[in-house]
């Protein structure tokens, strides 16, 4: 810093720790209820010291789901729906948006423009506000409670494409002359030059989108209505529509933690490209 | 910004856009189109034909007090959404930019919340604050305040605004922390050599060049809090009690879903629409700005 203020210093330290406190409070809290027994967390004030029913409530839930209430489904089976959405969609955006892009870049050809401004409207229409009509078309295609219909409509991606366009016009001319004098054609280049290349890029989207997917609440809700195909963000929702009466809430919360724990561990173990996602998919 | 060296091929670049035009067209225009046709049709009770009634359905919408309370409820949520969840985040960053031990530890855990879906911290919060079971509730009753958001909308309202602000105080974190970290040390060394205090330095200075990143939060904050709060109030309170958190996104889904009131529910999207493509638009402009800063 510029100068010495140890006052403002210590103030900086303390502010950040509330920040923290208040970040950690609830999901600590969560932790905490989801190691006891239902009794436990139901007593009103719970202790906030984690019990000794970590295994017990963690096997129940991933296996057997919560007896009560409505939803009977086991979460190991919604963690395996959740982790196929979110791989098919982040993946799948990588896939056709870098394609789309490439045919941007690297062509000339006609409606260019047309379908290169078709792709950035899409950006301004959010699954949100065509949430009847596009249930329709999916449901017209028979694709209810189906991977397909679970993924296919939330793959169409403008901000990848765009973040793939914006990097192919960063790569020197020099490497398509170079790759055409050696008698490549335009997939050889794309395999061998261009793919490697964007090795970053791809690394940064894919930490995005994989929250993104695995984060899914509406469309989900919307199209799945079957139990064995409820992404496990459905299925806690299933659990508590029940009342505080039958929620409970010990395997709730153990459900929670489950749900939270691959996205996060996504975001803390690859947070550098988490944040150069971030930065650059919002630019 | 073109490129000088093309491919030329006629069929390739079709095929290679192919996959994400059928589905932009399938799952985007199609749905939009549709959207957009039956919101100026009025089907019958049972759902077998419908007529066409031109802009009734808006006029409709606009004369419908329900709707407009809607409306009501989505500016006051998503202002204090942005406000609030700014001047937090803008705090902690400010904090952050300026120590120098643990700052990275910092920075860790208190981005993770990013990957926590909006449902789950809907679930998290609304245990917290359950009357019956939850901690924070408890707390809130043992100090005389008698807590039932089922009840109050007041409370209601205070539920899904901590939950929405909670988590997005980490992705505003990150965005303010990375623009104060681009502002130039030589002018903040300078205002301090000639004798600024530190308040002083951040309002004249870090402040104003920062102005492009808030303004972008900003942005985006108001579409976090029209669109994607939508799994928090579905967790939490679901609308209530009566319509006090019923939100725009959120009317459209209990119109269309539950009354099964296609027309209105179609008019309802085309006006959000036409909100996010002005929110869109807004940004873009903006964007061309920043280019040049």
């Not at chain 1, 008698?183 to 050889?188: D, H, K, M, S, T």
């Not at chain 1, 409970?248 to 150069?276: G, H, R, S, Y």
Request: proline share 5%; with cysteine; charged share 10%.
């Amino acid at each position: 810093m510029v100068e010495r203020r140890p006052w403002l210093d210590i103030l900086a330290h303390v502010i950040l720790l509330c920040g923290v406190a208040l970040v950690a409070f609830p999901i600590y809290v969560t932790f905490v209820a989801s190691t006891q027994t239902a009794q436990e967390v139901a007593s009103a004030p719970m202790s906030l010291l984690p019990g000794s029913h970590f295994i017990e409530n963690y096997r129940q839930a991933l296996f057997a789901g919560s007896g009560g209430g409505s939803a009977g489904a086991p979460v190991g089976r919604m963690m395996y729906v959740s982790l196929i959405m979110a791989l098919a969609i982040s993946l799948g955006k990588i896939a056709i948006s870098l394609l789309s892009a490439f045919a941007v870049v690297y062509f000339r050809f006609p409606g260019r423009m047309f379908f290169f401004w078709m792709i950035f409207v899409t950006l301004m229409l959010p699954v949100e506000v065509r949430i009847a009509p596009t249930y329709k078309v999916v449901s017209d295609l028979g694709m209810l409670n189906s991977y397909a219909g679970l993924t296919l409509p939330l793959i169409a991606s403008a901000t990848a494409t765009f973040l793939f366009r914006q990097f192919f016009l960063t790569v020197p001319d020099e490497l398509v002359e170079a790759a055409r004098i050696d008698g490549a054609g335009p997939v050889r280049f794309f395999r061998d030059v261009l793919l490697p290349l964007s090795r970053t890029s791809i690394a940064a989207l894919f930490v995005i989108q994989f929250i993104y997917g695995w984060n899914q609440y509406l469309w989900p809700l919307l199209i799945t209505t079957q139990e064995d195909m409820y992404p496990v963000v459905i299925g806690i929702k299933r659990m508590i529509s029940g009342g505080d009466s039958v929620t409970e809430w010990n395997l709730t919360m153990a459900t929670a933690i489950l749900a939270m724990l691959p996205p996060a561990l996504v975001v803390i173990l690859m947070q550098k490209w988490f944040v150069k996602g971030l930065v650059d998919t919002e630019k | 910004m073109e490129k000088r060296v093309v491919f030329g091929h006629k069929l390739l670049p079709y095929l290679l856009l192919a996959p994400q035009l059928v589905i932009t067209v399938v799952f985007f225009f199609l749905p939009a189109g549709q959207a957009m046709w039956q919101s100026l049709r009025l089907e019958d009770a049972f759902g077998l034909s419908s007529e066409f009634v031109g802009l009734a359905n808006f006029a409709d919408l606009f004369h419908d007090d329900n709707y407009l309370d809607s409306f009501r409820v989505t500016a006051v949520f998503s202002v204090l959404v942005a406000g609030i969840g700014l001047a937090v985040s803008l705090l902690l960053a400010v904090m952050a930019d300026r120590v120098l031990r643990g700052a990275g530890l910092y920075k860790t855990l208190l981005i993770w919340p990013y990957a926590v879906a909006p449902a789950v911290v809907g679930v998290l919060w609304l245990f917290l604050f359950s009357p019956s079971v939850g901690i924070l509730a408890v707390a809130l009753n043992g100090m005389g305040v008698p807590w039932n958001p089922r009840l109050d909308s007041g409370q209601a309202l205070t539920l899904v605004l901590i939950a929405a602000i909670w988590k997005q105080i980490s992705y505003n974190f990150l965005f303010f922390l990375a623009g104060l970290q681009s502002i130039p040390r030589s002018l903040i060394e300078a205002a301090a050599i000639d004798g600024a205090s530190p308040a002083r330095r951040f309002w004249t200075i870090v402040f104003p060049l920062l102005s492009p990143t808030t303004f972008f939060l900003l942005v985006v904050n108001v579409i976090y809090a029209f669109f994607d709060t939508f799994a928090v109030i579905d967790t939490t309170t679901q609308g209530g009690p009566g319509r006090s958190t019923a939100i725009l996104v959120y009317k459209v889904y209990s119109d269309g879903f539950r009354g099964l009131n296609l027309g209105s529910s179609a008019a309802q999207s085309v006006v959000l629409m036409v909100i996010v493509i002005a929110l869109t638009v807004v940004q873009f402009r903006y964007i061309d700005r920043k280019v040049q800063y």
